[in-house]
């Protein structure tokens, strides 16, 4: 099962992620990186430009979960953007080696397969961070999406156009389709870590965590992989049935075991 932590907020929860990926780094550095857009992950990445020190990061590749689909690159909104402005450049990462998928309407058909390969070439992910959608998506898998899908267009719910409509001017303005990792990319990964902070998050992480395995909560592909570590904050661990087992697992650890 997953190792769940709840963390008492969301920079706590930056720190101890951005350590294991020191660590992981550490040991191996062209390690690859799987990195998430949206406010959820910003904590890691802060941590991440804090805490790397001297560490050599100019090996390690990336690759994004997702893009939005006919946005220019050039907008500010674009993932290729988030990343660059988020990642990239306050972390210190090698841009050559960073990947988001492609969105741009006249590749579409063939970007998939070519972000597929890319990330195949690569090695795979070691490490992959994830949030959460408040309908359980995670990348853009919104509810429906098969485990076994890999990078491939999504149309977008109006649920998720409209939490992502504070990003823009306006709703009409959200796109309406994405480019994204596929449920069955994302499972390849070696190592996924999941955040998600806030009670907006409380009931999306409850049903993946402990629910049914089921398309309609995407995000519950988790339970099928081997090694998960999901970090929350209280108000996103209201709605677990088994947060004290979470914490006495966690605080009962040993200390050679690492997250
Ligand atoms: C977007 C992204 C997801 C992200 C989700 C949650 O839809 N495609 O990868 O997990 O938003 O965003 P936030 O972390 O801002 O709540």
């Known amino acids: 099962m997953a190792e769940v932590v709840i963390v008492e907020n969301a920079q706590a929860a930056g720190d101890l992620v951005a350590d294991a990926i020191l660590r992981l780094i550490g040991t191996k550095p062209d390690a690859v990186l799987g990195l998430a857009t949206g406010s959820t992950p910003l904590p890691v990445y802060r941590a991440l430009a804090e805490r790397r020190g001297d560490t050599d990061l100019s090996r390690v590749s990336g690759f994004a979960l997702d893009e939005y689909v006919g946005l220019p690159i050039s907008h500010p909104e674009s993932y290729r953007s988030v990343i660059t402005r988020e990642v990239v450049e306050p972390v210190g990462l090698t ?24 990330i195949n070439a ?33 149309t977008l719910t109006r649920q998720t156009r409209a939490d992502n409509a504070r990003f823009f001017d306006s709703l009409d303005q959200v796109p309406t389709h994405s480019i994204t990792q596929g449920l069955g990319t994302i499972l390849r990964a070696r190592h996924l870590v999941l955040l998600a902070f806030g009670a907006g998050k409380a009931k999306a992480i409850a049903e993946a965590l402990e629910g049914p395995v089921s398309a309609n909560m995407p995000a ?33 650890k040993p200390a050679w075991q690492t997250i």
């Open 122 to 154: 690569a090695g795979g992910v070691d490490i992959q961070i994830l949030g959460i959608g408040t309908d359980g998506h995670i990348g853009f898998n919104e509810p429906g999406s098969s485990f076994a899908s890999l990078t491939r267009i999504k």
């Open 220 to 252: 519950s592909a988790i339970q099928l992989h081997p090694h998960v570590t999901v970090v929350i904050d209280e108000a996103a661990a209201t709605e677990l049935a088994h947060a004290d087992y979470y914490r006495d697992s966690y605080e009962n």
């Open 95 to 118: 841009p050559e080696r960073i990947h988001v998928p492609v969105g741009a309407e006249e590749t579409i058909r063939h970007a998939g397969a070519d972000y597929e390969a890319a």
